[in-house]
T-cell receptor
């Protein structure tokens, strides 16, 4: 079936605006992850979902960031009052189960630019 | 100390040589270890995973894990220019499902 998809692929916004990033996981994958990757840097873990539950939100950088997931389907990452330091590629990944060793399949990412 | 550390490189090797990529981690209880490859402007893709001490081979790739020393490495034999990419080491934290990535090592394979 199709892989992980993310939308939009690119988003340019003005400082202070809110943005919503969307992730469609692989069908049947119960686990979903969000990461942030700044230019030239590694992946920064943000949050994971098991079904629609997010047991660990400690990776979210600030209270301007929130995420939700509908069942075992679409997830949205919302950034309120965006700041320039939020500029990055936001990657979503899904895996079949939330097992410690399950392979994560990544989407193409959303490149966010905050002016 | 970073939770997962990698030499940022770049590591440059000639075509046909062995490329050796190293990674150390701080959480002694970590159980699962992964190597991802990321081409410029693309998303990471899984190369290998390893759970047990020792070596695991898959084609030209060999992952090595030493839990006592808290390091994991990736060897690429017969390196090709198409192997030029950033290689990310990832570790699943003990008792949880949080995946911690290293900053990655850039590899250049010269033709």
């Amino acid at each position: 079936g199709a892989g992980v998809s993310q939308s939009p692929s690119n988003k340019v916004t003005e400082k202070g605006k809110d943005v919503e990033l969307r992730c469609d996981p692989i069908s049947g994958h119960t686990a979903l992850y969000w990461y942030r990757q700044r230019l030239g840097q590694g992946l920064e873990f943000l949050i994971y979902f098991q079904g629609n539950s997010a047991p660990d939100k400690s990776g979210l950088p600030s209270d301007r960031f929130s995420a939700e997931r509908t069942g075992e389907s679409v997830s949205t990452l919302t950034i309120q009052r965006t700041q320039q330091e939020d500029s990055a590629v936001y990657l979503c990944a899904s895996s079949l189960e939330l097992a410690g060793g399950d392979t994560q399949y990544f989407g193409p990412g959303t490149r966010l630019t905050v002016l | 100390q970073k939770e997962v550390e990698q030499n940022s490189g770049p590591l440059s090797v000639p075509e046909g040589a062995i490329a050796s990529l190293n990674c150390t981690y701080s959480d002694r209880g970590s159980q699962s270890f992964f190597w991802y490859r990321q081409y410029s402007g693309k998303s990471p893709e899984l190369i290998m995973f390893i759970y047990s001490n020792g070596d695991k081979e898959d084609g030209r790739f060999t992952a090595q894990l030493n839990k006592a020393s808290q390091y994991v490495s990736l060897l690429i034999r017969d390196s090709q220019p198409s192997d030029s990419a950033t290689y990310l080491c990832a570790v699943i934290s003990a008792g949880g499902f949080k995946t911690i990535f290293g900053a990655g090592t850039r590899l250049f394979v010269k033709a």
